[in-house]
């Protein structure tokens, strides 16, 4: 070992050896024979503890036993728990210490070792390298520097200008290993600690036995290529290394190598559940045996971005669990899919709360049973005792989203700070890759959210009519869309039917689709024809943006007429069923320009229909395949509908089976499909009255009539009560021309008051002694439902309710 001026003069013989995973010497160096006394072929083989000083430091008190060495230093300047727990496996750190050991070979004779301890990592047997030196060859012969203070540690071999001239001879240190694998071995030594003797006045001399490292200017160079290298996904070079090389970087690169490998492995997808797989296989087992993965629920819920920093009461849900182990073994005490706290005195808790890595190397018995006791109703012992754990943070912007447990055998060497700093990185690029998932999950979640909120819950049963629907979201990641179905229920027991579709996909799509519906429904409610609407709704789309675009396809349907009355805004055309013949067709409709377009009138068409017959309104993501023409998915929409069909709901069912599948659907696709029952003459009654209030009590005994006619004695009182409000208020607000009474009865019973007033009836609140305000109460109150709206010559106000025949 060379030194530094007040460093000892000369050059000191330094053993070195290396151990197996076994416990037994695999390399045993000349310097090893000199120090300790057997040949290589004695040496090599056997345990490692019957040749090497395995007591720990020397007593206080052995400088009276052995006066060649006086004043040396005390137990508790010892680094580490001693060469033994070193040469057991038991540790992941650098030790170091200065022992005892009765010489074996000529005299007897006790020898002062100084010794350095290095857990090593890799895909070799290697799981220990031991460097080792006489302390009584230190000195320079005088008394003074035999009492000297001598302690081996470590230091940064950056500290020394003589570490510039290590690994240099790194084939007569390790001769029996090829130039690759002692690189690894030497990397590793200088990412622990580069060894160092401390002398009692302060100085710090670093151990330069014949190998080392390249000169620095070489070094810097070597590095950033190397950086560059695994960055852009190169290979780094392997041909067998030379003095110019150098030798620290080599396990940077391949750390960085590893890194890269996983990078290339991981973010292949923006879903959240393929990404979190993807980690967990990316580590198991080429770095960890067992890894688990993770993530606050917020994460998985895709509710956006956690807020504040995790605590003893944030559920954490476990995403994903890949291991080495046999199967079965972790499914029953900590299986995938479950969501729970993590108590404060565990590594877990400390992980998570700190957002920097927990490194375990060996949890023993009584760790482990610590860890455990945190835990209820389960017993984890037996899945952590005797393995090595490192926990690391998966973060975003500095807020910790999960953390990944990860386990090794106690057959596999243990964690260390190398691992801690390669796991620190892994997460570190896994939580980015996370947290781009995690936002693009949490805005189509946003989307669908929002879509599914403005998609109607639609009655299956409508005055005349049986309505059936269908929505499939998009195929793909991004393709929530813009389709949409509704119905409304307008007066003189109509019904209108409509099916959209906003051109594009996302967020915004969605969101113009809820306008438009609801703007929809705000005009059918108005009673306006099918062109008009068309029209109020192509002017609204202008004046929310020039980029807005939808199709619509808009029908009401009247059951008492027969009769539909459609109108088309680029829309597919709707096909009917005809329930005479079970033939089907596409209903001949003037196509119209898109909602948005502007300065195109729009037509309306009137088409007779008879009871039983459907009609069948789709989007174009049902019949739209790439490449073909759409003529062909019409041709099959057709077909599809005039399969017979024991409902309407297996109707629909049908339909999708046929066309959901064709050429791959990426496209949302909503589906309404009606059938019209239609009302018999029977189930109509229409009177007209007068606008003088005698007329009420005359309305009230017809009501009776019919009632009683059709049997629906159940409701009568009801009926009459509601009757005799809406026509009182219709006589007292008509201007002039009569007013129109019609009952109806389809499922429910319908009661309808027409009037030439354009002022539609608000609820009023009624005083006391207010004489007016309390007939719309009635009204509302006893009603199943209620509603006004405006006709070409007046308004309309209806009321129903739920019917049951006497007897029954």
């Known amino acids: 070992m060379d030194g530094t001026d007040q460093a000892p003069q000369g050059r000191v013989p330094l053993a070195v050896v290396v151990v197996d995973q076994a416990g037994r010497v695999s390399h045993w160096s000349t310097g090893a024979r000199r120090l300790f006394g057997p040949a290589r072929q004695d ?53 170091a210490g200065r022992a005892r050991l009765d010489s074996g070979a000529g005299p007897p004779e006790r020898i002062d070792v100084l010794w350095w301890a290095y857990p090593l990592v890799g895909p070799g047997p290697e799981r220990l390298l031991v460097l080792a030196a006489d302390a009584r060859r230190l000195g320079d012969g005088t008394q003074e520097a035999v009492h000297e203070r001598i302690v081996p540690g470590f230091a940064l071999h950056t500290d020394f200008a003589a570490a510039d001239e290590l690994a240099r001879a790194l084939p007569e240190i390790l001769p029996s290993m090829s130039v690759r694998e002692g690189a690894r071995i030497v990397a590793q030594v200088l990412e622990l600690g580069y060894p160092v003797l401390e002398f009692s006045q302060h100085d710090r001399v670093p151990v330069t036995a014949d190998w080392g490292v390249a000169r620095r200017t070489e070094r810097k160079a070597q590095r950033a290529r190397a950086a560059r290298d695994a960055v852009a996904g190169v290979p780094a070079p392997r041909a067998p290394l030379d003095d110019a090389e150098d030798l620290e970087y080599v396990a940077v690169r391949e750390r960085l190598e590893f890194l890269n490998e996983v990078s290339g492995r991981i973010g292949s997808s923006l879903d959240l559940s393929r990404t979190i797989v993807e980690v967990s296989r990316a580590v198991v087992p080429r770095f960890t045996d067992v890894a688990g993965t993770y993530l606050r629920e917020q994460v998985v ?42 108590p404060v005195h565990t590594p877990f808790f400390q992980c998570m709360t700190s957002g920097e890595p927990v490194l375990v190397p060996y949890i023993s018995e009584e760790m482990g049973n ?62 980015l890759v996370l947290d781009n998932a995690r936002m693009y999950t949490y805005q189509e979640s946003v989307a669908e959210t929002l879509q599914d909120s403005m998609l109607p819950h639609i009655e299956a049963h409508m005055p005349g009519c049986d309505i059936a629907t269908r929505y499939l979201p998009g195929t793909l990641l991004g393709r929530v869309g813009g389709d949409w179905f509704d119905s409304v229920k307008l007066p003189g027991a109509r019904t209108a039917l409509v099916v959209g579709d906003v051109m594009g996909h996302g967020l915004n799509s969605a969101a113009m689709m809820g306008q438009l519906r609801t703007a929809v429904q705000t005009m059918a409610a108005l009673d306006l024809p099918p062109s008009q609407l068309l029209r109020n709704l192509d002017d609204l789309a202008q004046r929310l943006g020039e980029h807005y675009l939808a199709t619509c396809l808009y029908a009401v349907y009247d059951p008492i007429a027969g009769e ?39 037509e309306s068409v009137r088409v007779p229909v008879a009871p039983g017959d459907r009609l069948v309104m789709c989007t174009d993501g049902l019949v739209e395949v790439r490449g073909e023409d759409i003529g062909v998915g019409l041709a099959a929409l057709c077909e599809s509908a005039a399969h017979p069909a024991a409902s309407m709901d297996d109707a629909c069912d049908t339909i999708i089976r046929s066309l959901g599948g064709r050429g791959g659907r990426k496209d949302d696709v909503a589906l309404l499909m009606v059938r019209m029952g239609g009302i018999e003459s029977a189930d109509v009654a229409q009177w007209e009255l007068g606008t003088e209030l005698s007329e009420v009590p005359r309305a009230r005994e017809l009501v009776r009539q019919q009632l009683a006619e059709w049997g629906l004695l159940s409701v009568e009182d009801t009926a009459v009560l509601l009757v005799d409000e809406l026509v009182t208020n219709a006589v007292r607000h008509a201007s002039s021309g009569p007013v129109q009474l019609r009952l109806v009865r389809s499922g429910t019973l319908l009661c309808e008051v027409e009037d030439t007033a354009q002022a539609l009836p608000t609820l009023l609140s009624a005083g006391p002694g207010d004489e007016f305000g309390r007939g719309l109460r009635v009204v509302a109150r006893l009603a199943r439902e209620w509603g006004a709206s405006r006709t070409a010559t007046g308004k309309t106000v209806w009321c129903e309710l739920t019917t049951r025949r006497a007897g029954s």
């Open 564 to 602: 539909l009355h459609l109108a088309n805004a680029g829309h597919i055309p709707p096909v009917t069923v005809r329930a005479a013949d079970g033939r089907s067709e596409l209903l001949d409709l003037p196509t119209g320009a898109p909602i948005g377009v502007g300065g195109v009138p729009f």
């Open 43 to 95: 040496a090599v083989g056997r345990a490692a503890t019957d040749l090497l000083p395995v007591s720990g430091a020397l007593p206080q008190d052995s400088a009276d036993d052995d006066p060649a060495t006086p004043g040396v230093y005390a137990g508790d300047d010892v680094l580490g728990r001693g060469l033994e727990e070193s040469l057991g496996g038991r540790t992941s750190y650098p030790a």
């Open 370 to 431: 610590g860890i455990a006791s945190q835990f209820e109703k389960r017993d984890i012992r037996p899945l952590i005792t005797h393995r090595s754990m490192l926990v690391v943070p998966l973060k975003a912007r500095n807020v910790v989203l999960g953390f990944m447990i990860l386990l090794r055998h106690q057959e596999r060497p243990v964690f260390n700070d190398m691992d801690r700093a390669t796991g620190a990185e892994l997460a570190a690029r896994a939580g």
């Open 301 to 342: 819920a895709g509710e956006g971005f956690p807020d504040g920093p995790p605590d003893a009461r944030t559920m954490w849900h476990r995403v994903a669990l890949e291991h080495t182990d046999e199967p079965g073994r972790w499914d029953d005490v900590v299986p995938v899919g479950e969501s729970m706290p993590f």
